[in-house]
């Protein structure tokens, strides 16, 4: 078989945990070992699994292929601790399901995140707590999807992705000063520093992939008036006024763009979320997404000083 080389596309690792929904093979595995969950899967090796919270991004984000045929923009490849094995019905089910992914690392227990950097990975999305957090760690851009699957259209045919700020698409200095100095010492770091960028976070290089999507669909667009740009990206931010102004500067720094933000000023992002219905948002405190994650597939990026214990939450 020729060499493929995975450079210059979206690479996407993601865990059969968080394109499937399996509570019903986890709770086995819980209860009664992992002889009992080898049982289980061969028994149900055709019984196609149910799709899991991250499922209509994935779907969406591999539709666009399209863009160009016989080259992929987007590679998505499993990466889980089952082994190769128990890891048949995943495969069968993305067969099932009609998901375009043929590449698939099973690790038998061992945590599959090392393996992110060999394969050229944007991002790794997983239900396990305890991967994500030393994915992280190790300064690789991984998040920990929450909640149950959420009702997906099969004929809305966009994607919209919802980002929040600091602590995801930056770093986290200014969360730091607010855990400290409060909102008042917050606003007044933000004014004294609005011409400084911020540090990148860990999703800024995703974001810039994304906006590489969105590139090639211009171009589509200028080929062909009638095509609909499908991608569509949103920050969703408590910052307000002043402090949005840093925000925006370090976006243009960074050479990364969105279509539309919002600077909510701590109102409750879950009411955005139930109009902007982005097929998945990332966020850096697990408070939040406990309102947005029962209607919008949500992602906790656990990183900087708010995730290193019982923080209030910040500006972000």
Known sequence: MPSY??????????????????????????????????????????????????FPFIRRILSLNDLRPGDPLVEVIILSRNDPDT???????????????SRAVFTQGRAPYRFMRALHMSLFLSADENDV???????????????????????????????????????????RVFQQDGLEGFRAHEALNVTTPHDAGPLRDFLREVNKLQRREEERRREDADYAIR??????????????????????????????????????????????????FFDDQESH????????????????????GELRGGPE
């Open 5 to 54: 080389s995975l450079e210059n596309r979206l690479v996407i690792g993601i865990a059969s945990s968080a394109l499937f929904d399996l509570k019903e093979s986890d709770a086995v595995f819980r209860r009664k070992g992992e002889e009992a969950y080898r049982t289980y899967q061969r028994e149900n090796l055709d019984d196609t699994l149910r799709p899991g919270v991250a």
């Open 87 to 101: 890891g048949l019905r995943v495969m069968r089910s993305i067969k099932a399901h009609e998901l375009p992914i």
């Open 133 to 175: 957090r030393e994915a992280v760690a190790a300064g690789l851009p991984a998040g920990r999807v929450l909640g149950s699957a959420v009702a997906d259209d099969p004929a809305d045919r966009e994607l919209r992705i919802a980002f929040d700020f600091d602590g995801v698409l930056a770093g986290d200095e200014s969360e």
């Open 231 to 280: 991608v569509h990206v949103s920050i969703v931010t408590a910052r307000n006024a002043p402090a949005h102004e840093r925000a925006v500067l370090s976006l243009n720094n960074w050479g990364v763009t969105v279509n539309d933000a919002f600077f909510l000023g701590g109102v409750d992002k879950s009411s955005i979320m139930d109009v902007l219905k982005p097929h998945i």
């Open 289 to 308: 997404l406990e309102g947005t994650s029962r209607t919008t597939p949500s992602v906790h990026i656990p990183f900087g000083v708010v995730n290193q």
